[in-house]
């Protein structure tokens, strides 16, 4: 048995290539071998030749967009002010909404809200991942609209995953949780300097970037890309 401390270890895809198409609700599983690893719970998992397959989407249930303006109950952030949404601002979410993976859209009531100024200064967005909100901030302008909105629902998608999902990308990733249970990545190159403050901000880091910069792989490994798209189910 291997350490307590090492989640999950996949050898590197040679190229994500599909043999099947999946169906509607469902993201392709590349063939690939995985070895034996340990949770973080203890449980010991075999090594196994892992099989291409179309996998279901535990969470994926049809989505319904809303644009509120009032503080949101569970809002941790209560001296914030709210205000409404502009017809323009509506719609260009709408259209980027349209544009984005199933994965991360298809999740259920999306509650947007609109806010003047975020707690924390240049914050553009703010997600609460549990209950499906997302806040945006005046000075969202003076960011791209797409990469912002990316970011936090890749908050909401990480909250989504399953625990094999998450301990994969945990280990991809080189995140290493050490005797004390200390969790620190051991990257050299992250895509954002936040991301090293945990996986899940690290997760919504790099899915905002393979999915808004053509250069993304200028940032990020192709073990993370692989990973990514599959998780995400995109084939390009």
């Known amino acids: 048995m291997k350490s307590a401390f090492l989640l999950f270890i996949i050898l590197p895809y040679s190229s994500l290539t599909f043999a099947i198409d999946c169906p509607e609700g469902t993201r392709n599983v590349i063939a690939h071998f995985r070895s034996d690893y340990t949770r973080i719970d203890g449980t010991y998992v075999r090594s ?11 969470f994926l249930r049809p989505s319904k967009l809303l644009f509120l303006h009032k503080t949101p109950t569970a809002w941790p952030n209560r001296n914030e002010k709210f205000i409404d949404w502009s017809a323009k601002e509506k719609q260009e979410i709408s259209n980027i909404l349209k544009s984005l993976p199933k994965a991360l859209t298809q999740v259920g009531t999306l509650k947007l809200h609109r806010a ?7 914050n553009a967005a703010t997600s609460l991942p549990e209950e499906n909100i ?19 629902l890749s908050h909401i998608l990480w909250k989504n995953l399953d625990q094999n999902e998450r301990e994969k990308y945990f ?4 995140w290493i949780l050490n005797s004390k249970g200390e969790i620190f990545n051991q990257r050299a190159i992250v895509s954002e300097e936040d991301g090293r403050t945990s996986p899940e901000e690290d ?6 970037h393979l999915l808004t910069n053509k250069n993304y ?12 798209k599959q998780i995400i189910g995109i084939k390009r």
């Open 171 to 174: 280990s991809i990733a080189d």
């Open 203 to 208: 997760f919504a880091n790099n899915v905002e």
């Open 48 to 58: 196994a030749e892992v099989k291409e397959s179309c996998r279901k989407y535990s």
């Open 217 to 228: 792989d200028q940032k990020i490994s192709p073990l993370i890309v692989n990973c990514l």
């Open 116 to 122: 003047r100024t975020s707690k924390w200064e240049g």
């Open 134 to 152: 997302i806040t945006f901030y005046n000075n969202v302008s003076s960011y791209k609209l797409r990469n912002v909105l990316t970011h936090e």
